[in-house]
């Protein structure tokens, strides 16, 4: 069991561990990257695992419905934590609530569970890229126009993809291929983006850090064993819940916190604490699932 927790995570955070390195030593800007990895690599992998032969919309409506239920969840556990603690709501809520299942939650899924995992693991990223671009975005700064999420490429991609998908339309295989390709790009890239960021590591407030690194899949793990508890889903479905409550903040969080003002260097720390803690929650994750 050991050894196959070993082997699923190492790529990841080899992966991670190279973008560190790189960053320290050549100090990339990976800006114009990342624009592309959320503008065009990341819409091609959703569409791409959309419009497969293996997804059922259907089949994935009642994940979907977890997925938002678990995020209100992780939601509410912040806000508690914030009132308690004293710290900002919109300071702790944000990394509480939207967790890294984009950069680590794909390829965690993929590399787990093999590539079926792919479509429902999009599927509750879709839930949560859509809450934290809309809602996420709103708690921050009440003027955000919730009218602009549809703006976003990633949901436009699903939109699409769900669309082609109920239209029973068959993308020219050639098409779909280059498409898969592109999309194939994004996830190592978010890995290595990662990576560079945490060279940016801010242990300013390292309390405030530590504390919301820990909430985050404590309160995960604690909602997600209430799902598999009361909710019957098929058990790919019931493993990937698990893991999705054990993933730490979205670097997101950071980026949202950085633009609107919302004591970036405390939510940085939570962030980047909170991916250092992913090395001992994923890890007990992956062990309830795979045990089964």
């Not at 949901?155 to 109920?166: D, F, K, N, P, S």
């Not at 280059?178 to 590591?201: E, H, K, N, Q, Y």
Request: proline letters at 7%; aromatic letters at 10%.
């Amino acid at each position: 069991m050991f050894l196959r927790i070993v082997s699923i995570l190492f790529p990841l955070f080899a992966i991670v561990a190279l973008g560190w390195l790189v960053g320290r030593r050549m100090k990339p800007d990976m800006t114009v990257a990342n624009k592309l990895n959320l503008d065009v690599f990341v819409p091609a992998l959703v569409f791409a695992a959309l419009v497969s032969k293996d997804f059922h919309l259907a089949e994935f409506l009642p994940l979907a419905g977890v997925s938002v239920f678990m995020v209100v969840a992780f939601g509410l556990a912040g806000w508690l934590a914030a009132r308690l603690s004293g710290v900002a709501v919109k300071t702790l809520l944000p990394p509480t609530m939207f967790n890294n299942c984009g950069n680590l939650g794909l390829p965690l899924a993929v590399l787990a569970f093999g590539e079926q995992a792919l479509a429902p693991a999009v599927v509750m990223f879709m839930v949560s890229n859509f809450l934290h671009f809309s809602y996420g975005a709103w708690l921050l700064d009440h003027k955000t126009r919730l009218a602009t999420i549809w703006k976003v490429p990633s949901v436009i991609a699903t939109l699409a993809g769900i669309a082609v998908g109920l239209a029973g339309i068959a993308i020219w295989p050639p098409l779909l291929l280059a498409i898969r390709m592109v999309g194939d790009i994004a996830i190592p890239l978010m890995l290595f983006s990662l990576g560079v960021r945490l060279t940016d590591a801010n242990f300013g407030a390292w309390r405030i850090g530590l504390g919301g690194a820990l909430l985050r899949p404590l309160a995960g793990l604690a909602v997600a064993g209430l799902v598999v508890m009361l909710v019957d889903l098929p058990p790919l479905q019931r493993a990937l819940v698990i893991v999705f409550g054990a993933l730490p903040p979205a670097v997101l969080n950071f980026i949202f916190a950085e633009r609107f003002g919302q004591e970036p260097e405390k939510v940085a720390s939570i962030v980047v604490i909170g991916n250092l803690l992913a090395l001992v929650f994923l890890p007990i994750a992956l062990a309830l699932t795979l045990q089964h």
